[in-house]
């Protein structure tokens, strides 16, 4: 009978931690391998006046079959391209977000690329964001290289986050190939 007792109670504790800690995803983003080719999930943007070419490509990947491709032929385009997905589900507040992304760069000079997280207040992107964690400005991206992982880490989520979006970036001023694959949006607990 004692067994019993502390078999129920141990149970209830089990359960109770269960409850109270909260199920995150272990990636956040939809084909983050880019395996269904053109859906819904990602958007693009190619510059201001349309200087970049942006796909999803069949013919280079990490893993699987497709990868996001953004390219320019030229080092004088004066705005920037990215790929971009936002989610506003189970947004993990009081924790930090870790993008991790293959990139494989293919004579990619210039200003060069990068990866970024922007967490907003609201669903929609609108306005600033409250909180912006970038790779720019820290390392330059640029360069030949077959696929390595980089990673960027946000701040800690405030309580009123409701929205996180990830971007890939082509900057200004750069010219070449880059792909990413692979794409992972994860939690790391505090």
């Known amino acids: 009978m004692k067994t019993l007792g502390l078999t129920i109670i141990a149970l209830f504790i089990l359960i109770f931690i269960s409850c109270s800690t909260p199920n995150y995803p272990d990636n956040y983003l939809?084909?983050?391998?880019?395996?269904?080719?053109?859906?819904?999930?990602?958007?693009?943007?190619?510059?201001m006046n349309n200087e970049y070419y942006t796909d999803i490509v069949d013919s280079i990947s990490f893993e699987g079959s497709y990868s996001a491709l953004i390219s320019s032929d030229?080092?004088?385009?004066?705005s920037f391209a990215y790929w971009g997905q936002t989610v506003s589900e189970n947004i993990p507040i009081k924790n930090r977000l870790k993008l991790k992304v293959k990139i494989k760069l293919d004579q990619v000079e210039g200003n060069g690329v990068g990866i970024a997280i922007r967490a907003d207040d609201t669903e929609k992107l609108e306005g600033s964001a409250e909180k912006f964690a970038t790779t720019q400005g820290k390392r330059i991206i640029a360069g030949n290289h077959d696929w390595k992982d980089y990673e960027v880490v946000s701040d800690i989520l405030p309580d009123d986050i409701k929205s996180a979006t990830v971007y890939f970036l082509m900057f200004d001023s750069t010219k070449g190939?880059?792909?990413f694959d692979n794409v992972v949006l994860s939690v790391i607990s505090e």
Not at 74 to 78: D, F, G, P
Request: charged share 15%; hydrophobic share 35%.
């Open 177 to 179: 190939k880059v792909y």
């Open 30 to 47: 939809l084909n983050n391998d880019f395996s269904l080719g053109y859906t819904n999930d990602w958007w693009t943007f190619k510059g």
């Open 74 to 78: 030229s080092l004088y385009a004066n």
